[in-house]
């Protein structure tokens, strides 16, 4: 089968493809192509030594290819988590690193239209959902660079009608070295907090799409009349608590609330509705991602034993994520936070929700302590 005749027959089988496990089985039949398959899934199946074709045929059945620690996602080049196949197509994709928060940075592509699925649909239907501003200006409040998320908010900006986003400098990195408290730290903050509060005074501004600390540093600094002309807020790159939603609902009494969970490494799930929080409750809407939540210690690094152990609804266990894009499959990924698992809400399920959400994603307190957190 030459090049042609395979991109052609992978695109006829989506267009066609009813049900999850027969999309999963020619997912699998591209990342495992003998000619045309992606080189670090060829080597872990040499490595396992059986058809990873022929054995799995089932989301139940990606355990039996063990976990995949994001070491390696260190360890190896970029391409060879692309399919061969799809290595002409690259100049359509888009290339995300992650902060560093747990060690040193990551880095995966997107093809254009699985970086519009995993980043930009899942917001967009519940922006439609929950009347979230349209055609007002943006300000980003975060950083651009290599980090996806700076890339994911132009396109949130065009695609609700808006032009390109207002932004600020803003190096993460560089904020996760300054000690906590430090003047240092303050420093910094005050810099970021300065260059938004330039462009608020000029602009007219209507969404300010932001991380929590660095919402709370500027709240202290708007008048009531700059916080009440904001009709729009989205927040992302940091944890979030119901308690500090509820606290910025308040402050920003016109604007719609909306949170994202989510990484570079997989997309984004998002908050269905806004109204006052008991919990903050993200939901997938796309069959490409999938979500477990696992038995796993705090200072565990790589799978001692595997599959690990499933915790049921009501419990709190470590994320454990499945990305199934053509452009990189990552299996049985391990994140560092943990959360619980919660029933599809009535908005949920009239979005295509079909599965259980997350509730109240945060890093285990142990974890955290060294994390390098800073303003993203």
């Not at 042609?4 to 495992?32: G, I, Q, V, Y």
């Not at 995949?68 to 690193?97: C, Y």
């Not at 729009?232 to 790159?237: R, S």
């Not at 560092?336 to 599965?355: N, Q």
Request: aromatic share 8%.
């Amino acid at each position: 089968m030459n090049l042609r005749s395979l991109n052609r027959d992978m695109k006829a089988r989506r267009e066609t493809a009813c049900d999850r496990d027969e999309r999963l089985r020619e997912l699998l039949a591209l990342h495992f192509h003998p000619e045309w398959g992606s080189e670090y899934w060829l080597r872990r199946q040499q490595r396992l030594g059986w058809d990873v074709c022929d054995r799995v045929r089932t989301l139940d059945d990606l355990w039996l290819l063990g976990p995949t620690p994001l070491s390696d996602l260190r360890a190896s080049p970029l391409r060879a988590f692309v399919p061969r196949a799809l290595h002409r197509q690259m100049p359509r994709f888009v290339l995300g690193e992650t902060a560093g928060t747990s060690g040193a940075p990551l880095t995966t592509v997107y093809r254009d239209d699985e970086f519009q699925a995993a980043f930009i649909d899942p917001f967009l239907r519940v922006a439609e959902a929950t009347a979230f501003p349209q055609g007002e200006p943006w300000l980003w409040v975060g950083p651009s660079g290599p980090h996806i998320i700076g890339k994911v908010v132009r396109e949130l900006a065009k695609q609700t009608g808006s032009m390109d986003p207002f932004s600020v400098d803003f190096d993460p990195r560089w904020a996760k070295k300054l000690a906590e408290g430090s003047l240092a730290r303050r420093r910094y903050l005050d810099h970021v907090t300065d260059q938004a509060l330039d462009l608020l005074n000029r602009e007219e501004i209507g969404v300010l799409f932001i991380t929590p600390p660095a919402l709370a540093a500027l709240t202290a600094r708007l008048t009531d009349r700059q916080r009440e002309a904001i009709h729009g807020i989205h927040y992302g790159g940091m944890s979030l608590t119901a308690e500090t939603v509820n606290d910025f609902r308040s402050a920003y009494p016109n604007a719609v609330h909306l949170a994202g969970y989510g990484n570079t490494l997989f997309g984004v799930v998002m908050e269905m509705t806004d109204l006052p929080r008991t919990n903050i409750d993200y939901f997938p809407l796309a069959e490409r991602l999938r979500f477990h939540l696992v038995d796993w210690p705090d200072d565990e690094k790589e799978a001692k034993t595997w599959p690990p152990h499933l915790v049921r609804r009501g419990e709190k266990g470590r994320v454990l994520f499945h990305r199934l894009d053509e452009s990189c499959l990552l299996v049985g990924a391990v994140e560092r936070d943990e959360a619980e698992f919660v029933e599809p809400s009535a908005e949920a399920l009239a979005l295509g929700c079909r599965v259980d959400g997350l509730r109240n994603p945060q890093p285990p307190a142990p974890l955290a302590g060294r994390l390098q957190l800073g303003l993203y």
